[in-house]
Each structure stands twice: as structure tokens, then as C-alpha cells.
């Protein structure tokens, strides 16, 4: 069983940048594809950007392409969300998540696809 512990909230103001960092303990991270989501009070959970074990496939909301960047570290277990120009509309708490025994290059966007979560990080941004 992995656990996941993020890092790297706060708050900016719109337009800076952030870099969240998620890391993984318990397992073996290479064979995790893992994700990224945000939830505001008030609404679901939303998807925001995935990547395969391997690195070699990622995926984004629309919300956030352009503007956020997944990437991953597997030799040190972390994986990473860099997010530019940040809206007030980004406001939330940011988890990640790891999906366990995935194809090479397989992303997953859905809640349901990941078998574990982390506590997650608030984001904040200001107008």
C-alpha cells in the first residue's frame, strides 16, 4: 500500500505560479500511474491533470492545459504539478492520487480510477 503526502500550497496572487510536489512511501512508485484533482467546498472533486508510470502520456483538464504541468521523479517517488498563471478560480485544495498496475503509457481522469489518495494541500489565490 502506498501513501501519499503533498506539498507546496499557499497563497499567491493570480497570475504567480506554484509548484505542488506529491510524495509517494510504501510501494514501488513506478508501477503507479497517479493524478492530480481539486475540490472547493461546495462541489465534487474535479480532475485536474494525469500521467502514466513511464511519464510518456499526460493529460489535462481544459481548464488548466496550457497553465499546469505534470511530471514525475520516479527515482525519487514524486510527482509533480507546476501551475502558472494562476486564476482565483484555481482556489482549492489539491490532492493527489495513484493508480496501481497500469499500461505504459495509460492516463486515468476519473475519481474512481485510483486506489489511493493523499490528505491534500489548499491552494489560495487571490484577485
Known amino acids: 500500500q502506498v501513501q501519499l503526502v503533498e506539498s507546496g500550497g499557499g497563497l499567491v496572487q493570480a497570475g504567480g505560479s506554484l509548484r505542488l510536489s506529491c510524495a509517494a512511501s510504501?510501494?514501488?512508485?513506478?508501477?503507479?500511474?497517479m493524478g492530480w484533482f481539486r475540490q472547493s467546498p461546495g462541489k465534487e472533486r474535479q480532475f485536474v491533470a494525469a500521467i502514466s508510470w513511464s511519464g510518456g502520456n499526460t493529460n489535462y483538464a481544459d481548464s488548466v492545459k496550457g497553465r499546469f504541468t505534470i511530471s514525475r521523479d520516479n527515482a525519487k517517488n514524486t510527482v509533480y504539478l507546476q501551475m502558472n498563471s494562476l486564476k482565483p478560480d484555481d482556489t482549492a485544495v489539491y490532492a493527489c492520487?495513484?493508480?496501481w498496475g497500469s499500461g505504459r503509457f495509460y492516463v486515468y481522469v476519473g475519481v474512481d480510477d485510483y486506489h489511493y489518495w493523499g490528505q491534500g494541500t489548499q491552494v489560495t489565490v487571490s484577485s
Open positions: 510504501g510501494g514501488t512508485f513506478s508501477n503507479y500511474a
Open positions: 492520487a495513484a493508480k
